[in-house]
Each structure stands twice: as C-alpha cells, then as structure tokens.
C-alpha cells in the first residue's frame, strides 16, 4: 500500500529518496503509472514525483549544439519544437503520433522510455536519431546510446536506483532530415509496427524499426545499402534484412507475420519521404 | 486497512477547495466524490475513454490518470466551470442540435476536448476535429453527428467574433 508522496526538487534528493526506499516508484506523467496503479498491477510503497525538479524539464541546446530533451518534457512540447531539426525531426514525427492530445499533455519522454514498452514511439526514433540517454544514479551521472539503452522487452539499461534525467540529440546538420512512419489499428493505438529512418547530409540513411521485437531494430548492411542505392530492389532486400532480424510476437495488434510483413511496406514508406526535397533544415 | 488520508488544497474553478484525500486517490476521485463536480465521468480509469478528461494549467488531462496529491499546485477546470464561456455554450447547442450524444456518458469529455481545440484553433477542418476528438470513446453515435457539431459551433463563433 501507498505510504508516501515524496516531491524532490533535485535530481539529487530524487535519487538519494530511491536509494532510501528501493520499492519506491519513481513518477513523471503518470499516464502509464496512474492507469497501472488504478488496475493494481502495480502496488508501490512510495510515489517520487519527479515534476517539481527544473533540471529535468523543458528542451534546450548545449554549447556544443546537441539538443537535449529533459526527462519530464511533455510530448506535447517535444512534438511542437522548433529545436528538432535535421535528423532530429525524426522525434518530432514520432512524438507528434503518440496516443492523443491530451495523453501528449501527459506523458514526458523520461516516463516513456524508461518504461520502453516495444510499441512505444520513442526508441525507434531515439536509436535511428543516434540519441543519447542522460542517467543519474546516487551521486553519479553517465550517458548511455539509445541502442544499448533498451536492452529487452520493458527492460531497459537502468539500474536499481537510478532515473533518466535527459535524452541528448546530436547536433543537427542541413541537409539531414528524419521522419517516423507508424502503422496502428486506430488513432491513437500503440504501433503495431512502425519505420523511423534518417538519413545525414551525405546521404547516410540509417533506419531503425520498432514494435517488431522487445528492442529497436537495426541491420547495418541494410543501412549501408539504402545509402548508396534506393532502388525497388535494393529497398527489397534491405527489407529483407531488417525482417530477418525483427522477433514480433502475435496479439491484439497484429500476428508475427501481419507485422513481418508490415516492415517492407512502411520502409518504402520512410525512405520516400526521406527523398522529399527537404531545403534548408526543418 | 485503509491508508493515510491528508488534507490537500486544490485550486478548481477558481476558487480554493480543501479536500480528504488518500495517497493513492486520483483527482477525478476527489472532482466526484468530494467536490460533487460529477460532469467528468469514470469510465475506463485507464486513460482510454476519454470521459474524465478535464482541463489542468490550461492543457487537457485525464482526471483519472492525475493523482490528487500532484494536483496541489495547479488550476483545474472542469465543465461546471467552464459552462460559462461563450465558446462552452455554442459547443453545447451544437451537440444539442445535431444530437451529437445519445447516453451522453461521453459528453463532458468530448465538450472539454473540443474546447480546448477551438482554444488553439477557432476554423478547423473535419480532420483536424477528428484527431483532436480521437482521444475520447462515443459507443452511441458513431462520432459523425460529433464532427459536424465541433464544425458547427466553431463556424457560429467565428460569426459571431467570440472566438475564444
């Protein structure tokens, strides 16, 4: 049973507050967490809501360029700013696509991928923008890439203790550009599978597909191919390729093989939009 | 065993309200159960339905999915409170008029969603409407009658020049 509602100011007094009680919870929006505590799947011995803490909120750039995403950003913010140019607009799309309005007014980027369910819009986008996860521990701080970040189904590179404070964007570059097909049942569902693709200003695509397996899907071989051809067949084969690595399972959003055969079709999708004539950076 | 319940102030409709509550209750809980602002509707608790959704610091949220305890320091309305704007009252003529609900269960939802649209939007098209409105559930009208009244209380304000 709940015995305590705790509301840190600082990442410090967040995570020294963790480290206290390990059945604490920490809270961001509460969209995930709230709906899973009304269903008591979950039954924490304390709530530490993170929401009163400035260090974990709002979008900014760093001095070198990077864009860096505070863990308690809205999607709502995430998906109307004006920062994330080049490949970064990948998380744009992404983020302007998940659930609806009002769960957009809710649900903060830490929240969301700290749960890393694999139907989430986030970490595909995140792994193909080459993003980086800003983690605080008790007294400690370290970076993990988006790829090593989600490391199974809802299991992600946090350890006990610790919290995502950011989520950091390289610097955008002209000419790149990013963009997020998503194929769901209806508005607003969980993707059943979805395509996040960038490519850099040298023509480097780098696609990534989500829903299809417990992580972020990626083929190297299937990057370096579209970067250099992005012919029917070329696109065939590495369809071919990020199909052979992707492990969906079946449930009420698609069978395996409906989702299989969804990653072709949405990467023919990404990479014709990719080659939209994008001009200056947007 | 029940667990601990605190006196909490919460700012709703403008006024102070000095409400009981567990840790654990949600903020459409204390709209319902305590304050007797009973337009937000539990339906689903699980942030699906839409039917609680009320407004927090200007934005839409789901009451259900919002603890009390987080809600200290916010403003929320709720459509006993917002019943009195003008751009309130021509959606609700709207719905009226172009039977736009049928058990009316979603209602209150749905009048706070598309609120909050012509909010930040006065002239959207059909589309815009659907997607601001796909985050509430109407299991009686087959949402069409919905659109076209968002559409119809939006182009009446417009004449008027009470847009929001």
């Not at chain 2, 006993?80 to 609700?92: D, I, K, P, R, V």
């Not at chain 2, 709207?94 to 736009?100: L, R, V």
Request: glycine residues 8%.
């Amino acid at each position: 049973m709940l015995q305590g509602f705790f509301l840190p100011e600082t990442v410090d007094q967040a995570t020294a507050l963790l480290a206290q009680d390990p059945e604490a919870k920490l809270m961001a929006g509460g969209a995930t967490l709230v709906a899973m505590l009304n269903a008591r799947v979950i039954e924490p011995a304390a709530l530490i809501s993170l929401s009163a803490i400035p260090e974990i909120q709002g979008i900014s750039v760093l001095p070198d360029g990077r864009i860096r995403i505070g863990a308690f950003t809205r999607h709502r913010e995430t998906a109307q700013c004006t920062l994330h140019l080049g490949a970064a607009a990948v998380l744009r799309h992404a983020a302007s696509q998940i659930a609806n309005a009002t769960v957009r007014n809710m649900g903060t980027i830490g929240g969301s991928i700290s749960f890393a369910d694999p139907g989430l819009d986030y970490p595909p986008a995140l792994v193909a923008a080459q993003a980086e996860v800003e983690i605080a521990g008790s007294g400690s701080r370290r970076m993990v890439a988006a790829h090593d970040f989600f490391q199974d189904w809802y299991l992600t590179a946090l350890e006990p203790g610790e919290m995502v404070t950011a989520v950091v964007l390289p610097k955008p570059q002209a000419g790149a550009h990013g963009v997020y097909i998503k194929h769901a049942r209806v508005a607003g569902d969980y993707a059943t599978a979805s395509v996040a693709a960038c490519v850099s200003a040298q023509g480097q695509i780098r696609v990534t597909v989500g829903a299809c397996g417990p992580v972020p899907i990626r083929d190297d071989d299937a990057d370096a191919l579209l970067s250099e051809d992005r012919s029917e067949s070329a696109l065939a084969r590495a369809g071919a390729l990020l199909q052979a690595r992707a492990d969906p399972l079946d449930d009420v959003r698609g069978s395996a093989n409906y989702r299989r055969a969804l990653i072709p079709r949405l990467l023919l999708r990404a990479v014709r939009q990719l080659a939209l004539p994008v001009g200056a950076l947007q | 065993m029940s667990a601990p319940r605190q006196t909490l102030q919460l700012q709703v409709n403008g006024a102070e309200a000095e409400v009981r509550v567990g840790l654990h209750d949600s903020l459409l809980t204390v709209l319902r159960d305590q304050l007797q602002l009973t337009a937000a509707k539990r339906g689903c608790n699980q942030g699906v339905c839409g039917a609680c959704t009320v407004v927090r610091d200007g934005y839409t949220v789901r009451a259900c999915l919002s603890l009390a305890h987080g809600c200290t320091h916010a403003d929320i309305e709720t459509l006993e409170g917002l019943n009195q704007e003008a751009s309130m009252q021509a959606l609700q003529k709207a719905f009226a008029a172009e039977s736009a609900f049928q058990c009316g269960f979603c209602a209150p939802g749905m009048l706070i969603s598309a609120h909050a649209l012509l909010l930040h939007n006065p002239s959207p098209d059909a589309d815009q409407v659907r997607a601001a409105m796909s985050g509430n559930l109407c299991r009686c009208t087959g949402y069409a009658p919905i659109v076209v009244a968002v559409l119809q209380a939006a182009a009446h304000l417009r004449a008027q020049e009470l847009a929001p």
